[in-house]
């Protein structure tokens, strides 16, 4: 069954880091004698002034009204910080994303810890503004700043026994004072299948409207996959685990029947406890009404052929 | 009615008015206020917690009254018990307007399927018969059946907690509170009407027991 996910790309397949790495000797040169714009030269970096300075423009980008940047960064779920959606925006200035170092474990040519600064380096930045359905029925639209995943999971030469990916989240009691409590089971983690974590739309993620993410949005680094639910982005990610078999999941450990391992956006399948046909787009105000949840969250025709044969609604 | 108890009349009533009012600046916007990211969320909630807090406190009235002996706060009671009926009113209706969009089908849906929903449901249709039989005429009129159709409010009560407990998604620590200060409010009852259960079986044994005495101190 795990084959079915396979992300179709064997490890022969995968550039080599010596070729990748002379790619970008050739690149540097190519830049040096003018021949190549210097934009394109990745070299991404948290800006110092908050701001990100040259960004790519993803030309998929959703030109739906995207929501505020208030209520964006004050209405968030990151239970390390509280339970309250305005318990994150309150209590997050205590998280230090700075330095800030990702493990790398499991089934995996390229193990390890990277630095952040490490992280970024290779990639170009872009914006990309994605349609995000939180679980609860309610939904905005966010201008993300980051690059693709599957750049950076390359880079650590996947073997072909990883089927999955699992995110880890910090898990601090002294930055996160929502760990204190045993709500779900620390650390939060999460996972994908290899073929979700390497498709295109999946999102590495690091600022949103121009700006470096801010602590309550799950700062320095966190994922977006644009089709699930959002509770499947980790945030604040600390490690990366390539593995054979289909993860451990926090929200699944806590609630097997309302939140399953796939989590993709589905109006026909409803929480046990409420409908998901439609939802509640953020920044229309009280009366504006509710617009009709799309499968996959609108992203259908790029991510559906992932689930060929599956059943969505068994596989929820 | 005496001047005091009209003046704290009229303090409860503005105090359970006040988070309407409120609710209302947010939602004009009024004096830099307002609902937040998720407005329709927002009143769905403050009305829903609104009127289980009222709920609650009506429960507290008698409780009170038996341990103060002010006897008059009894007098709060239904003026409370009504403006919890009335927000839960609105928290009904900000579900079938602004969540479902008065889509019957998807009512009876829920209803049927969703039982958090099917609970509130249930207490909020108990709760209007006693809202009907609130007033002083239909009190009169029943007599000892208003008391006993009253009682229902404990089993609105329940429902309540319960339809709060399932639709929360995980922390459940704000609904046990709920639950343990209606534990709370049960047991002081319970503790009441054993004691009077209790006083009169005494007060029986007390008569006979001091029968004799009575008679041997009785002088001629």
């Known amino acids: ?316 | 009615m005496t001047r005091s108890l009209l003046v704290i009349k009229t303090l409860v009533f503005c105090a359970c008015l006040a988070p309407f009012v409120l609710l209302v600046l947010r939602a004009f916007e009024i004096g830099g206020l307002d609902l937040g990211a998720d407005p329709k969320a927002e009143v769905l909630k403050t009305c829903g917690m609104t009127g289980l807090n009222l709920l609650m406190l009506t429960l507290c009235v008698t409780p009170i009254r038996r341990a103060t002996g002010i006897n008059r706060l009894v007098t709060l009671r239904r003026m409370l018990g009504l403006f919890s009926f009335f927000y839960l009113c609105v928290h009904f209706l900000t579900y079938i307007g602004l969540y479902i969009e008065f889509d019957w089908s998807m009512l009876l849906e829920d209803i049927g399927k969703r039982p958090y929903i099917t609970v509130g449901f249930t207490a909020l249709m108990l709760m209007v018969p006693l809202a009907v039989t609130s007033t002083n005429g239909f009190q009169r009129r029943l007599g000892r059946r208003w008391v006993k159709l009253h009682r229902l409010v404990y089993v609105i009560a329940t429902l309540a907690v319960v339809h709060y407990w399932w639709q929360v998604k995980l922390d459940v620590s704000d609904p046990l509170l709920y639950a343990v200060l209606l534990a709370g409010l049960f047991s002081a009852r319970i503790a009441h009407w054993r004691a009077t259960a209790r006083k009169r079986g005494a007060s029986v044994d007390a008569k006979a027991a001091m029968a004799p005495t009575y008679q041997r101190v009785e002088p001629p």
């Open chain 1, 1 to 316: 069954m795990s084959s079915r996910f396979d992300a179709g790309i064997k490890p022969s397949e995968i550039t080599p880091e010596s070729v990748f790495m002379s790619r970008r000797t050739v690149l540097a040169a190519a830049v040096a004698c003018g021949l190549v714009p210097s934009a394109m030269t990745a070299a991404a970096t948290i800006p110092a002034d908050g701001a990100f300075p040259d960004l790519k423009t993803w030309p998929d980008s959703t030109t739906e009204k995207q929501a505020s940047f208030k209520d964006i960064t004050t209405y968030n779920n990151f239970y390390e910080f509280g339970t309250d959606k305005g318990d994150p925006a309150v209590n997050a200035h205590t998280l230090k994303t700075s330095p800030w170092s990702v493990e790398v474990t499991g089934q995996c040519g390229k193990p390890g810890t990277l630095t952040l600064e490490d992280i970024l380096k290779p990639h170009a930045l872009e914006e990309r503004v994605y349609r995000h359905r939180c679980v609860e029925a309610w939904s905005m639209v966010i201008p993300w700043v980051g690059f693709p995943l599957a750049d950076l999971l390359k880079r650590f030469e996947p073997a072909s026994g990883a089927k999955y990916v699992q995110f880890f989240t910090l898990a601090d009691k002294q930055q996160m004072p929502g760990v204190r409590y045993p709500v779900l089971q620390w650390p939060y983690r999460e996972g994908l299948t290899i073929a979700e974590a390497m498709h295109p739309l999946t999102l590495a993620t690091v600022g949103l409207y121009g700006k470096v993410l801010p602590n309550q949005n799950g700062a320095p680094l966190r994922i977006v996959i644009p089709w699930k639910y959002g509770f499947k982005g980790a945030k604040s990610v600390v490690r990366i685990h390539f593995t054979d078999r289909q993860p451990q999941t926090s929200w699944n450990m806590s609630a097997p029947s309302e939140y399953g391992f796939y989590s993709n956006v589905n109006p026909e399948r409803p929480h046990p406890r409420w409908s998901q046909a439609k939802e509640r787009r953020l920044g229309g105000g009280l009366l504006s009404g509710t617009i009709a949840t799309k499968i996959f969250n609108g992203y259908g025709d790029q991510v559906a052929q992932l689930y060929q044969g599956l059943d969505l609604i068994q596989n929820y």
